[in-house]
């Protein structure tokens, strides 16, 4: 098998295949060795999250109320 090959071409096919495999490991390993990492607190997710839920229901209400007060206003022909 060594025969069917040059010895240049051995030595591209191992540079590609050295090249591949250092390809695979970079993508499994992280780019720095401690990241860091800032946490966020659960309380300021949850207060988020209920001031989000109330102003929805709030601009929602209002914009119900809008509608109605145009409909009312409307001329009927």
């Known amino acids: ?7 240049k071409e051995l030595v ?3 540079n590609i295949y050295a090249k591949r495999l ?3 490991v970079s993508i499994n390993t992280p780019y720095i ?3 860091s ?3 966020i ?3 300021a997710v949850i207060k988020s999250t209920v001031l989000y839920a109330a102003l929805l229901m709030i601009t929602s209400f209002i914009a119900l109320l809008l509608e109605a007060v145009q409909q009312r206003q409307a001329p009927t022909s």
């Open 12 to 14: 591209d096919y191992l």
């Open 37 to 39: 990492v800032y946490p």
């Open 22 to 24: 250092e390809n695979m």
């Open 33 to 35: 060795e401690k990241p």
């Open 1 to 7: 098998m060594m025969g069917d090959y040059t010895e």
């Open 41 to 43: 607190h659960k309380g």
